[in-house]
């Protein structure tokens, strides 16, 4: 108690009215000069909390609680010494000191455990949600690796199969041919499937950079089409290209971005009976928004492979085997128009019929640029 007396009491009454002793304020003084003290400690610790407009009443009640308590402390009934404080009045200031202390620092106290709390529990959730990430990623991994060997063990049998019964004379000479024809267009689909693998792996590497410069779309759209053209004059279909004739320059990669257009086109080709019809349009809105859209009226998709259209080897077996696809394709363009900063996405019936410049078609590929 002698610290309230000796040292706290007088570096208050020192600190709020310099001047005067503590050592000549009455008791009655002590106490309610120590209570008004505190009550501007408090006070003036507002004034730094609360809004700048509410400081000058503030200031204003802290002037005149001064004026106040410096009459107490010189209270009329006669001076006592500090020593005479009596020790029910220690008790009472020390509980009162403690009080306020209390009242000060709860809310902070509370405050920092409800932060804490907060912050723990958004760590624990921002942790769980990448754990359930990198669970997710090993699974399509392990998933991608797997269908990678069973694509490529099938060519792999065949050609060491018809290697195999030529080495050992066991093909006729008027067979020898087939059986040669099918050994290269096996082992072109496993360098289509590796060359494939290796892209994907490259654009999603560290070091991959795009190579972007000004281009213009309708241009580049246009190479795309002559290119294809003649697969898709052979796999007996029609294409149809509505493209304006005016320049739009955009800021990308061409050798990449041709890909995009150029797999959306083979897709479409591949993945389609012979008689289907292929759009190819660029379109650009009022708001410089330019769509590119490769659609067909072939079947539509089932719902469930939609969702995970542009996933690595989402096509069954079946499609994958009998078809030539890999699922590699509009996985890579999705990657590459999203590098890009753009937007991909596939619309099929009834949601085409919205759009004018596709809607006599089942489904379409559309990718969105801005300007």
């Known amino acids: 108690?002698?610290?309230?007396?000796?040292?706290?009491?007088?570096?208050?009454?020192?600190?709020?009215?310099?001047?005067?002793?503590?050592?000549?304020?009455?008791?009655?003084?002590?106490?309610?000069?120590?209570?008004?003290?505190?009550?501007?400690?408090?006070?003036?610790i507002l004034t730094l909390l609360l809004p700048r407009q509410i400081q000058p009443f503030i200031e204003k009640v802290i002037i005149n609680i001064r004026t106040y308590v410096a009459k107490l402390l010189m209270h009329s009934g006669g001076k006592v010494s500090?020593?005479?404080?009596?020790?029910?009045?220690?008790?009472?200031?020390?509980?009162?000191?403690?009080?306020?202390?209390?009242?000060?620092?709860?809310?902070?106290?509370?405050?920092?455990?409800?932060?804490?709390?907060?912050?723990?529990?958004?760590?624990?959730?921002?942790?769980?949600?990448?754990?359930?990430?990198q669970k997710e990623f090993d699974k399509r991994r392990n998933l991608m690796l797997s269908d990678i060997a069973h694509d490529l063990r099938t060519p792999i049998t065949t050609v060491s199969g018809y290697a195999m019964a030529l080495s050992d004379g066991m093909v006729e000479e008027e067979k020898k041919q087939e059986y040669l024809d099918a050994i290269q267009a096996k082992s072109k689909r496993m360098s289509d499937l590796i060359s494939l693998l290796f892209d994907y792996v490259k654009l999603d590497s560290d070091g991959f950079t795009l190579n972007k410069g000004q281009h213009d779309v309708c241009e580049l759209?246009?190479?795309?089409?002559?290119?294809?053209?003649?697969?898709?004059?052979?796999?007996?279909?029609?294409?149809?290209?509505?493209?304006?004739?005016?320049?739009?320059?955009?800021?990308?990669?061409?050798?990449?971005f041709s890909r995009v257009v150029t797999n959306l086109l083979t897709n479409a080709v591949r993945h389609n009976s012979p008689g289907t019809d292929i759009g190819l349009f660029v379109d650009v809105d009022e708001d410089e928004i330019i769509r590119i859209m490769v659609a067909d009226n072939g079947e539509l998709i089932p719902e469930e492979q939609v969702q995970q259209i542009f996933d690595p080897f989402v096509m069954g077996d079946e499609s994958r085997n009998s078809k030539g696809g890999t699922g590699l394709g509009l996985s890579i363009s999705k990657k590459i128009v999203e590098m890009h900063g753009y937007k991909i996405k596939l619309v099929q019936q009834p949601d085409v019929s919205r759009i004018s410049q596709v809607e006599q078609y089942q489904k379409a590929f559309i990718i969105t640029m801005r300007r």
């Open 1 to 44: 108690m002698s610290f309230i007396r000796h040292t706290l009491l007088k570096l208050l009454v020192d600190l709020y009215f310099k001047g005067q002793s503590a050592d000549e304020v009455t008791s009655y003084g002590v106490m309610a000069g120590t209570i008004f003290i505190l009550i501007l400690i408090v006070l003036e």
């Open 82 to 133: 500090l020593e005479n404080v009596t020790f029910k009045q220690e008790l009472l200031l020390f509980l009162l000191l403690i009080s306020i202390v209390f009242l000060i620092l709860i809310p902070l106290v509370v405050a920092a455990l409800y932060f804490s709390a907060l912050v723990l529990k958004q760590f624990k959730a921002i942790e769980e949600e990448e754990h359930r990430k």
């Open 221 to 256: 759209v246009r190479e795309c089409a002559a290119f294809q053209y003649q697969d898709i004059e052979d796999a007996n279909m029609t294409l149809e290209v509505d493209i304006p004739e005016e320049q739009y320059m955009m800021n990308l990669d061409k050798l990449q």
